[in-house]
């Protein structure tokens, strides 16, 4: 099993450039979670998805778009990208039906995100 | 609204030593998370913590619950030089998940 993985693990974008952030799990998880951490913080919730179809708002959501048309899939997309959002996004996910009540939240690598 | 402070913010410790960082929450919470990250890496799960009284242990770790407090306590036992990391607390409410700011724990010879 690879867990969580995201992809690109870098990106550099110009202000007002749209880049999208996928997110892919291979332990058949229902929930699905992007946070971002900027430097000397800790994580913040940007949205999640309780399951295929849905998505909801977190802590920090402006600026940001979500779609989990998969299951095994959470895609973070930035329409137009500002300075503000340079950062470091983490996916997450947990809880599978199959095998479960589980708690824990698996993490991705990480992508590191400059917008100049 | 769920809010998350840690202390302390920075900890230096020597080896051999203990000591405990705090987690306080302000509202009611389903779990509590305790991580670990090393520098430019992912997050690496401690402990999941769910009711009251819960004590779980790891290693030189170990991580209590008081819900009624809404505090969570992290103890290092003999810290030794891996230990060295930034730990964050985290509390789970109703599919809301915050963070505390973490502890940059530096363990010195």
């Known amino acids: 099993n690879a867990g969580v993985t995201q992809t690109p693990k870098f990106r550099v974008l110009k202000t007002g450039q749209s880049m999208t952030l996928l997110c892919a799990q291979d332990?058949?998880?229902?929930?699905m979670y992007w946070y971002r951490q900027d430097p000397g913080m800790g994580l913040r919730l940007i949205h999640y998805?309780?399951?295929?179809?849905?998505?909801a708002k977190g802590e920090v959501p402006d600026g940001y778009n979500v779609s989990r048309l998969k299951k095994q899939n959470f895609l973070l997309g930035l329409e137009s990208a500002a300075p503000s959002q340079t950062s470091v996004y983490f996916c997450?996910?947990?809880?599978?039906?199959?095998?479960?009540?589980?708690?824990?939240?698996?993490f991705g690598p990480g992508t590191r995100l400059t917008v100049t | 609204e769920l809010k998350v402070e840690q202390n302390p913010l920075f900890l230096s410790m020597q080896e051999g030593k203990n000591y405990t960082i705090y987690c306080n929450y302000s509202?009611?919470?389903?779990?509590l998370y305790w991580y670990r990250q090393d520098p430019g890496k992912s997050l690496e799960s401690l402990f999941v913590l769910l009711s009251n009284g819960a004590v779980k242990q790891e290693g030189r770790l170990m991580a209590s619950l008081d819900t009624k407090a809404r505090l969570s306590t992290l103890h290092i036992t003999a810290a030794v030089h891996d230990l060295s990391a930034t730990y964050f607390c985290a509390v789970y409410n109703n599919n809301d998940m915050r963070f505390g700011a973490g502890t940059r724990l530096t363990v010195k010879p």
């Open positions: 509202t009611t919470s389903d779990r």
């Open positions: 998805s309780v399951g295929e179809g849905t998505t």
């Open positions: 332990m058949n998880h229902e929930y």
């Open positions: 997450a996910s947990s809880y599978s039906r199959v095998s479960g009540v589980s708690y824990e939240q698996y």
